[in-house]
């Protein structure tokens, strides 16, 4: 047989999975090639832990060239094109010829859609940025802070819901009991692709530990040097911290590979992850997958790793007959760090007809332990 190269860009989270499971089910044979611009990959379930300095970088982060040992070739570049009719792809160092190619870049932050935002906003969405935050965080004395889920789509929905609960557990647990904690989100309800059920269940947790949420409010621009907030609906907020979930685009260089759909994410097929092109395939939050209530799969890294592990077992089949093919199905669950070692457990099959079935579990400390328990397998299964 052979040999093949396949390709995977991008070492977040499905790249990742998909990487380590191809050389898992192909054994020493053929040549994976993994691609990212950063030389580390990012564990983001965990960034509120580390907004609150309960994690410091290096645990929740490991370098991708770590990854030899599994005779994996990390190429440490920046990919700007994609010949995907060639076979061939071209960073800022080399230019990489595949036989299997597999798109991971994930979704990039679209800072220019709201006036005023930019890389120094304070937000919890990136390491650095969380790291950042911590030192206001420990500040505050009394006073407001204000979560503003600033467009759509933006990456695990649940996650500003999360920090809002876990800040308020950090705060009450030091006695700061003067401390307003506020999400402001254009949507209705929250998290609106599970159905209002699930967004009714989820305000009914906030309203218990008093966290308000303010619905139909779409940012308008921000003042950063005043703290000052405005929303389209005529509101102003001057909160004494704020942090910002950015909106999210399509990684620029996918623009021109012919591989996208209208809205300008990658189109796949959402059982086979396989772009129309037959030897490259897509998976995590570069991708786009409508559901069948006409909403859009959510960005989330749960199911950017399933899809990966479908990815990667269909294109060792291809290759070697090896392991067997597989379908991604829709399954997702995350869980929802709600303070004083309690979490909360969302669970779902959003290929359900006519609408995703979702339903969101109370907090119980068995659900912290698993995520706790969810992070340190993270590392030991990959790395
Ligand atoms: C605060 C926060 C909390 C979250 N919590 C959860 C959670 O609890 N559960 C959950 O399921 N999901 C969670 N997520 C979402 C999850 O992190 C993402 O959905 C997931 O990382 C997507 O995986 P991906 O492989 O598609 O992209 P990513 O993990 O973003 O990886 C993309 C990779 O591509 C690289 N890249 C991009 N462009 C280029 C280029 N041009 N050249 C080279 N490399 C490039 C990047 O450096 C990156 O390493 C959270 C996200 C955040 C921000």
Redesign the pocket.
């Known amino acids: 047989m052979a040999e093949k190269t396949i390709a995977v860009?991008?070492?977040?989270?499905?790249?990742l999975v998909a990487t380590r499971q191809l050389r898992t089910l192909l054994g020493r044979k053929h040549k994976i090639i993994l691609?990212?611009?950063?030389s580390y990959?990012?564990f983001?379930?965990s960034?509120?832990w580390a907004l609150l300095d309960w994690r410091k970088p290096d645990e929740i982060r490991k370098p991708l060239s770590s990854l030899k040992r599994y005779n994996i070739r990390f190429h440490n570049?920046?990919?700007?094109t994609l010949h995907l009719n060639q076979n061939v792809i071209q960073?800022n160092k080399e230019i990489i010829w595949y036989d299997y190619l597999v798109i991971?870049?994930?979704?990039?932050p679209a800072y220019h859609q709201v006036p005023g935002l930019s890389m120094a906003t304070p937000t919890?969405?990136t390491l650095e940025g969380a790291i950042h935050l911590q030192s206001k965080i420990k500040g505050l004395v009394n006073g407001k802070i204000a979560i503003i889920i600033s467009g759509l789509p933006y990456?695990?929905p649940?996650?500003p819901y999360e920090a809002a609960l876990l800040l308020d557990y950090y705060y009450k647990n030091l006695g700061r009991k003067n401390i307003q904690i506020e999400i402001y989100s254009p949507e209705e309800t929250p998290l609106s692709t599970a159905g209002k059920g699930m967004g009714e269940a989820l305000l009914e947790i906030l309203k218990r530990r008093g966290i308000s949420f303010f619905p139909n409010h779409t940012i308008s621009d921000i003042q950063g040097g005043r703290n000052e907030i405005r929303f389209e609906n005529g509101n102003i907020i001057t909160p004494d911290i704020y942090t910002v979930v950015p909106p999210y685009q399509p990684?620029p260089?996918i623009r021109e590979s012919g591989i996208t759909a209208p809205n300008g994410w990658v189109a796949v097929d959402p059982v086979t992850l396989r772009t129309k092109y037959p030897n490259v395939f897509s998976?995590?939050?570069?991708t786009t997958i409508p559901l069948a209530n006409g909403l859009l799969l959510p960005?989330?890294?749960?199911?950017?790793a399933r899809e990966a592990d479908v990815v990667a077992n269909n294109i060792a089949f291809e290759i070697a007959s090896c392991g067997s093919p597989k379908s991604f199905d829709g399954h997702g669950y995350?869980?929802l760090e709600a303070g004083n070692g309690t979490a909360g457990y969302i669970k779902g099959n959003f290929f359900d007809r006519p609408a995703p079935t979702v339903s969101l579990h109370k907090p119980r400390m068995l659900y912290h332990w698993r995520k706790l328990l969810y992070e340190k397998y993270w590392f030991f299964r990959w790395f």
């Open positions: 860009l991008g070492g977040g989270i499905g790249g691609v990212d611009k950063s990959h990012h983001p379930a960034y509120i570049g920046l990919v700007h960073t991971a870049l994930g979704a990039e919890f969405y990456k695990c649940p996650a990684p260089i998976v995590g939050d570069i960005k989330a890294g749960v199911f950017a995350c869980f």
